[in-house]
């Protein structure tokens, strides 16, 4: 890790502080635009600003890993220098500053923060998985420290909670990226794991094609049958939460177990079309999962 502006001249070094103000402040107004926000509702005002702020966090380091003009890994580091200066009350940036009282009132650990700091170093790295325990490798730094920071907020630390919180995020990645074989693909990126696809004798260019072969389909199914094992893995975290953070976390898991559903009874042909759960398919699973059936 490199200090903030180290090895960079003074102009280069205003450039990438500007180029982070700037997509800090379209971070900071993307509160409305996505499907977090929208299931904060249910959770309490002080617990909801603590939820938005992580979300805005994290959704500005994801910006900079993905949009970044310039070097990326250097504006990554120079996130992760802010980052560090929480506990002085120096940050910069708005959207680590932001954090302060989350870490003040939730006793919020660093650590998730730099791990999904860290993802977003391999993404500038590493475009393929060989494995799919590399590929959870690389959820553990970029989903796992959502679930965590969702549960400090919760004043949940115990280490099965964590765990339990680990599989399901883990879970609901590995489905997001069934979904996007087509995107990831066309933008250079393979999370497939790529001894399940030469198991199955699937090529890079089945994965550009407009719809999906039998060789995919089954590397798919096989992830989502994981990802599917990891979330009922999970599901035992629901009882042992209270309040909003149980019908938070229910929510996220009835999202998950609703978008296998849906991508089994597509038939796994993720690249003809776009495969999402239905709603009210997503809110069955939530009502099942809230009262314990």
Request: a neutral charge; one cysteine or more; glycine letters at 10%.
């Amino acid at each position: 890790m490199a200090e903030s502006g180290a090895g960079l001249n003074a102009p280069v070094a205003a450039e990438a502080q500007s180029v982070l103000s700037a997509i800090a402040a379209a971070s900071l107004g993307q509160h409305g635009s996505e499907n977090f926000p929208v299931a904060l509702r249910v959770v309490p005002r002080r617990s909801r600003g603590h939820l938005l702020r992580i979300y805005t966090f994290a959704r500005f380091v994801d910006d900079v890993g993905d949009e970044a003009p310039g070097n990326r890994l250097a504006l990554l580091d120079m996130i992760e220098q802010d980052v560090r200066t929480l506990s002085t009350g120096r940050s910069k940036l708005a959207p680590v500053a932001g954090l302060g009282p989350v870490v003040r009132d939730c006793g919020l650990p660093l650590e998730p923060l730099l791990d999904l700091i860290e993802a977003n170093r391999m993404d500038q790295r590493v475009s393929r998985y060989r494995t799919f325990d590399d590929l959870l490798a690389y959820c553990r730094l970029s989903a796992a420290p959502i679930g965590r920071m969702v549960l400090s907020v919760a004043g949940v630390s115990g280490a099965d909670e964590v765990a339990m919180s680990d599989s399901i995020t883990a879970g609901l990645q590995v489905l997001e990226h069934c979904q996007d074989v087509g995107e990831d693909a066309h933008a250079g990126r393979v999370y497939l794991p790529a001894e399940d696809l030469q198991a199955a004798g699937a090529t890079d260019a089945d994965l550009l094609n407009a719809t999906t072969s039998p060789q995919v389909r089954r590397v798919v199914a096989l992830q989502v049958d994981r990802a599917r094992a990891m979330l009922q893995d999970g599901r035992p975290l629901i009882r042992q939460l209270h309040g909003w953070s149980r019908l938070a976390v229910s929510g996220y898991l009835a999202g998950g177990l609703a978008t296998a559903a849906a991508l089994r009874c597509g038939g796994h042909d993720v690249l003809a079309t776009q495969i999402r759960p239905s709603k009210v398919r997503t809110i069955g699973e939530a009502a099942r999962l809230v009262v314990g059936r």
